[in-house]
């Protein structure tokens, strides 16, 4: 279908073990293209993904980093991940964080965490009473995946193949 209304279409949670991105978005033969919210004082922690990704801030601040580089992006601002860049955004502390993203469909809308033995999303000490029980519950069914030493196992049989977009983020 080529006409979608975002309010109508089901939320799903992009980055799961690492950040609190949630939003919707729609699968294009050669382009991801959607509208993504992080709560204020929270964001993804450390990943990176193979494919190229573009952010415009419509609402808030996100604090980015990409590549060790830092910068502060306010509403209006365009930010540019190339492949396989190491990168994290996090909303600053006063404002909740909408913004639009477009990534090239060669992988899918989630990243790789750098540190895979650590699962959970960025959340800052403002934060954590807004947000906590919500990740919380999102971390712990994550957290069923642990092996000895509560380390993440490693995903059985996964390659570099493009992982697919859950279908909760898909129009019904």
């Given amino acids: 279908m080529p006409f979608y209304n975002p309010k ?8 799961a ?13 050669k382009i991801i293209f959607g509208v993504i919210d992080k709560p204020a004082g929270t ?14 801030v419509q609402q808030g601040t996100l604090k980015a980093m ?7 992006v306010p509403a209006g601002g365009i930010i540019h991940i190339p492949a396989n860049a190491i990168h994290s955004m996090v909303a600053t502390d006063d404002e909740d964080v909408v913004f639009i993203v477009a990534k090239d469909a060669s992988w899918g809308i989630e990243g790789v965490p750098e540190d895979q ?4 999303a960025f959340i800052g000490k403002g934060a ?4 906590a029980a919500k990740y919380a519950r999102i971390a712990r069914s994550l957290g069923k ?3 000895a030493g509560g380390k993440r196992k490693a ?7 493009r992982p697919s977009s859950p279908k909760s983020a898909r129009e019904s």
Avoid: C
Wanted: hydrophobic letters at 30%; proline letters at 5%.
């Fill in 155 to 161: 995903p059985r049989g996964r390659s570099a193949a």
């Fill in 17 to 29: 073990s690492y950040s609190t991105s949630e939003g919707v978005w729609v699968d294009g033969k």
């Fill in 66 to 72: 990409i590549e060790g580089k830092r910068k502060t």
């Fill in 8 to 15: 109508a279409m089901k939320r799903g949670l992009a980055g």
């Fill in 43 to 56: 964001g993804s922690r450390p990943h990176r993904h193979p494919n190229e990704q573009f952010i415009f």
């Fill in 117 to 120: 033995g650590v699962l959970g």
């Fill in 128 to 131: 954590e009473k807004a947000v």
């Fill in 145 to 147: 995946g642990r092996g």
